[in-house]
């Protein structure tokens, strides 16, 4: 019989319960045993959802991120953590942990990059000469204990061996591969210990198959699970984000007892998979999507699936295509939601449904016949509607070429003419856009909302804001100001409310890392501007100084990354119709006198495809997006865009082509080592590398940004450099932004005189 599962669900909680437990323990608010206590509560909750399927999943909770708690459960903790135990250790090594004036060290937090090519950060394992690993399973034992007080069939998720080793970092010496041996010893130990426990099957997470691994981590695999298979437990390796490729035949080989396919992200034809998984093996398929809240076509997949499971028979799972901790919770919390809209979606715990209808379908259960109609009726409604279809819009789209998206003049030529419209020092100061979000302004925003104040009221409560954000970077001293972006909720969001083709939820949150939430805007239909967005902001702002306020936007490239995006045409499609919405955006800002426009991508290098041969045409419709959105302007307006915690060196080529005047880049957490791409390659345009990580509490040290900067300068010329933070301020509250802009100027000052004298 066809067996469900998920490989994982949302740990936040349907009203992002964990997030606001979180913030009151790091506040002292609350003790480590009530915080306990309430995430406990919460995952009763995950597995009371998941009460229809076959199995459970445990191991998918974390009170930070689960790359972090695969190293504390091998005890692979950086030394620098050493004064520390306990939550104290943990969420020091997550978020940093600022010094104490009385006693004890600052401690440096983990890197942090992306999952893959989602939007969700896992902190880096690191790896030196000194590094071991010891089990540690007590928290995920109890958790197991928890669960089998509810349901004896538990299944447990665990970052597989290889994927931890191949996500982490290390020293030039070392190699990971080197680690395995006794990393693998510990998975076994940790396997005995789940035998005992009654668990019958462990999910080994392994999506590193799903990219182009290299010969010696194809052999490693082979003896590794050489080894894990030897233990009384069943194994179920699972990939997903990509297609396997060459790497099926691997799979399929590994001696476990099942297999898990993102069926989503696959090119390989599915009997061509059936064909070579052996008679002892499951096959687990990934029919739902898991990072996408659009509802499943059940005649389609069950066209699928059905001349599948006369053949697999019991050897079929089915299972949303990856963990869903990418996508919202409960649709039905969603009570003000266009019901026509509102039938085209599905939420994590819809998804479960879903999965238990194709079940039924497959056992050929009446019941669900009513329910699959339906749905073939939604899909079909949704074809044809007007509320998404805009042929306006195509038409506009249509009419863009190639050339619409370049500059008039080189960056050489522009840069002379902005050095004299501009008149900025060497190592100009910046921020990236957004200043702390106080109690104030999100009280203001939510008595708009709830029309408690008028229009008129609101905005003069945000420009009290915006004049106080000037005051205070003039105050400090930086160069270049921004405004602060007090009115937008989020960086995505302000924006798609204000352009056709988007709607909004009210609790569809999603974990981006630790407590940090966003609630991605839904793009359901064709993508137009009808209005201004952002030009009375900046033209209040810049009437309160005489220094240059920079213009703020999303990048169309990151607003379809960080959006869920329509299924039922290209990606590259929607970004273009979002970049020609911003252009006009762009041009507005440029007639209306500002000098500095900022196009934040900060997710371009998140949405590549893994494998080489996607990523290039995706890279170059995302590079010409960006392009049209900036293209429109002359050569005296600076583009300046910013990106986040990504690997850019392989992009780099692709970076330059944007041809961005000033871009802004994370580099503080890598200690600029991300910069060593620039040993070799010409970069010509302007750069701020990030000088203190804004995702920690710290306050910077001089020293240590001013040897950030020199370091930078190894590899890039002075006159290129900017200095800024590596992100936006927005989490963070005025006395940290305060103290820490103070010094960053200061450093920029020093530097000005030590290079003016060179």
């Known amino acids: 019989m066809t067996k469900t599962h998920t490989l994982g669900f949302p740990r936040i909680g349907k009203k992002r319960e964990l997030k606001f437990v979180l913030e009151k323990y790091w506040n002292s608010e609350i003790s480590e045993n009530e915080m306990k206590n309430e995430c406990k509560k919460i995952r009763q909750e995950i597995w009371n959802d998941q009460k229809q399927l076959d199995f459970i999943t445990v191991g998918d909770f974390s009170l930070y991120d689960h790359v972090l708690d695969t190293s504390f459960l091998f005890n692979n903790i950086p030394k620098r953590f050493n004064g520390l135990s306990g939550l104290n250790q943990y969420f020091a090594y997550a978020r940093g942990k600022a010094r104490n004036q009385d006693k004890g060290n600052a401690f440096r937090a983990g890197e942090m990059t992306k999952w893959f090519d989602t939007n969700y ?17 007590t928290e995920l034992i109890n958790q197991v204990r928890e669960a089998k007080r509810l349901r004896s069939d538990v299944k447990v ?170 996508v919202p919770v409960d649709l039905d919390q969603e009570t003000e939601l266009d019901e026509e809209f509102k039938s085209y979606l599905a939420f994590a715990k819809q998804k479960l449904v879903e999965l238990d209808i194709l079940k039924k379908a497959i056992l050929d259960y009446q019941s669900v016949d009513n329910a699959i109609q339906k749905r073939t009726n939604v899909i079909q409604k949704r074809s044809q509607s007007t509320l998404i279809h805009d042929h306006s819009v195509k038409s506009t789209i249509s009419k863009f070429k190639n050339d619409d998206g370049y500059r008039k003049s080189t960056f050489e030529k522009r840069k002379e003419i902005q050095n004299l419209e501009l008149s900025l020092p060497l190592f100009p100061t910046t921020t990236i856009g957004s200043f702390p979000q106080t109690k104030e302004i999100r009280l203001a925003r939510k008595q708009y909302k709830n029309k408690e104040i008028d229009q008129l009221k609101y905005e003069s409560k945000i420009k009290k804001h915006i004049e106080y954000c000037i005051d205070k970077q003039e105050e400090i001293g930086l160069d270049v100001l921004v405004h602060g972006e007090a009115e937008r909720n989020d960086m995505v969001e302000y924006f798609g409310e204000n352009l056709s083709g988007f709607i909004f939820t009210q609790f569809a949150w999603v974990q981006s890392y630790g407590s940090r939430c966003v609630k991605p805007p839904i793009i359901i239909g064709d993508v137009s501007r009808n209005k201004d967005i952002t030009i009375d902001w900046i033209r209040f702002a810049q009437s309160k100084t005489s220094k240059v306020v920079k213009g703020m936007l999303t990048g169309p490239v990151t ?165 800024n933070p590596d992100c936006g301020l927005k989490t963070r509250n005025w006395s940290e932004v305060e103290k820490s802009l103070i010094r960053m100027v200061d450093v920029a000052k020093e530097l000005r005189t030590e290079y003016n004298k060179v």
């Open 121 to 137: 950060h896992f902190i880096v394992p690191e790896f030196d000469h000194q590094t071991t690993f010891k089990l540690n399973a």
């Open 559 to 723: 607003m379809l990354n960080w959006s869920f995006v329509r299924d039922d045409q290209p990606r590259s499609e929607t970004c273009l119709q979002i970049a020609v919405a911003l252009r006009d955006e762009v041009k507005a800002l440029e007639s209306s006198g500002v000098k500095i426009i900022q196009i934040d991508e900060a997710a371009l290098r998140e949405g590549m495809p893994l494998r080489d041969e996607k990523a290039q045409d995706y890279l170059e419709w995302a590079v010409r997006s960006f392009r049209i959105t900036a293209g429109g302007v002359s050569d005296k307006t600076q583009i300046h865009t910013h990106m986040c915690y990504s690997n850019f060196n392989p992009i780099i080529k692709n970076i330059a082509q944007m041809d961005a005047d000033v871009i802004t880049i994370e580099t503080s957490r890598s200690n600029m080592k991300l910069l060593k791409v620039f040993k070799d390659f010409e970069y010509k345009n302007d750069i701020g590398p990030g000088v203190y990580d804004i995702h920690s509490p710290n306050i910077p040290e001089n020293k240590n940004m001013k040897n950030l900067i020199k370091r930078a300068a190894e590899y890039i010329n002075e006159k290129q450099l900017w200095i």
């Open 157 to 326: 998720v665990l970052l597989g061996p290889l994927t931890y080793l191949y996500l982490g970092k290390s020293e030039k010496e070392i190699k990971k591969l080197e680690l395995l041996e006794p990393l693998v010893c510990e998975y076994v130990s940790l396997f005995k210990l789940l035998n005992q426990e009654g668990v019958s099957l462990v999910q080994i997470d392994e999506p590193i198959l799903v990219t182009e691994i290299e010969d010696d981590w194809k052999l490693a695999f082979k003896n590794t699970y050489k080894t894990l298979s030897t233990i009384d437990i069943k194994i179920l390796i699972a990939t997903y984000f990509d297609d396997l490729k060459d790497n099926l035949e691997l799979l399929v080989s590994l001696p476990s007892h099942g297999i898990h396919i993102d069926l989503t992200r696959n090119d390989t034809p599915l009997e061509n998979i059936v064909n070579q998984i052996s008679s002892d093996k499951f096959l687990s398929l990934g029919v739902i999507d898991g990072r996408n809240i659009w509802v499943n076509n059940y005649k389609q997949t069950l066209d699928l699936l059905r001349p599948i499971a006369e053949t697999l028979k019991n050897r079929l799972y089915i299972a949303p295509s990856c963990s869903l901790l990418h």
